[in-house]
């Protein structure tokens, strides 16, 4: 994983949120669409270490490969990194942002930070970059928001929202890291982390969305075995 850093002047030591993680055991942020997609699939990725590469997945590694190769743009009141590495010691969660945008505001807002060698006070706006269109339900919005969360521990500031840009459409859509969000991202990496512990590969649940998943030929859900599925809810449940 890259070492690029964020450019800003970290919270005093003591001023950092209580942290119950550390380096070692910090989940992908990036896996965390897998997660929202089906656990299943989180657990095989990222338990089993099963990866099918199909046509949807290729075309998303090839858009990122280009987002990773690290560049930064400077305009007047714009800063713009790709690659910055974050995490979240408090909630275990690490990884490369696609792009983070740092707009230059003076409006007095105490979200506002300093930047390493610039004048004035700086907003931090992640961006994510997918290569498909807006999806039905929000696993882009989650991996956004956890980007978020690691973004608010490293500089001791709220952020409001970001962006994930649709390579399809060429549009970016604009999204609030509300409440509802944040505690949907905070409860799947809940759920992440006990499944890693326990070494969980929760049971197939065969429905629409397995026909676009690339690791159907590994999963075979339609021959979901009923006892495995009682032998897991009885594993989870301790
Ligand atoms: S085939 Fe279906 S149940 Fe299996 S991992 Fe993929 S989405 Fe999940």
């Not at 610039?118 to 907003?123: A, F, K, M, Q, V």
């Not at 690691?150 to 060429?170: D, P």
């Not at 070494?199 to 197939?204: T, Y």
Request: with cysteine; charged share 25%; net charge neutral.
């Amino acid at each position: 994983m890259s070492a690029c850093l964020l450019p800003v002047t970290m919270p005093a030591a003591g001023s950092s949120l209580l942290s119950m993680f550390d380096e070692e055991n910090c989940i992908q942020i990036s896996g965390l669409q897998h997660l929202a997609f089906c656990k299943r699939q989180w657990g095989l990725i990222h338990i089993d270490q099963e990866w099918e590469e199909n046509q949807l997945t290729a075309e998303g590694r090839n858009l990122h490969e280009r987002v990773d190769e690290g560049y930064q743009e400077f305009r007047k009141g714009l800063r713009q990194y790709s690659g910055l590495y974050v995490k979240s010691l408090k909630f275990g969660i690490n990884g490369r942002t696609d792009l983070i945008e740092a707009i230059k505001s003076d409006d007095g807002a105490c979200n506002k930070i300093q930047m390493l060698g610039l004048e004035g006070r700086w907003s931090l706006y992640p961006v994510e970059f997918k290569r498909g269109k807006p999806k039905s339900y929000d696993a882009d919005y989650i991996q956004l928001c956890a980007q978020a969360l690691c973004l608010e521990e490293m500089t001791g500031t709220e952020k409001n929202s970001g962006a994930v840009f649709y390579w399809q459409i060429r549009k970016r859509t604009e999204v609030e890291f509300d409440t509802r969000l944040r505690e949907k991202t905070i409860s799947l990496i809940m759920l992440a982390h006990e499944l890693l512990e326990k070494g969980l590969v929760p049971p197939p649940e065969y429905a629409q969305h397995c026909r676009s998943c690339s690791l159907l030929e590994v999963c075979m859900p339609k021959k979901l075995n009923q006892s495995r599925l009682i032998s897991y809810r009885q594993e989870l449940l301790g």
